[in-house]
């Protein structure tokens, strides 16, 4: 049930960031969810997007250096402990989540939380045993 998540390496500099976004924009791809991370040169953009593949190649085609992995997608309640309580289930099972990032969706009372851990299949296990209901690229889609 993995999700494809887009890692791009950019320039810690005014417009870069646009850049990659005009990239997708003028080819069709929409951005699902979005983070950054920065240092003081250099930004990790991390991204899903509704055609990772498209994406992939156009950003690789612009040369930007894309690293492509599987992230675990959650569904949590849009209330206050509600993460906690998908974090404690990993906690429990001694899964590290080594970052994680959230959005919401438009019409529904849900927030939506992407997971990067050691064990991905682990993850979604123990998530799935909790109640929690995992999410697939096609479901972010709907959203």
Known sequence: ?????????????????????????????????????????????RLIVNDEKKAEKTLEDAGYLIKVIDVVGVKIGDEPGKLTSALSVLDKEGINVEYLYAFMARTEKHAYVVLRVEDNAQAEKSLEKAGFHLITEKDIDKL
């Open 1 to 45: 049930m993995a999700i494809k998540q887009l890692t791009i390496f950019v320039q810690n500099k005014q417009g870069s960031i646009v850049s990659v976004t005009d990239i997708l924009a003028k080819n069709d791809i929409n951005i699902r969810a979005l983070s950054i991370a920065e240092t003081e040169d250099f930004g990790i953009l």
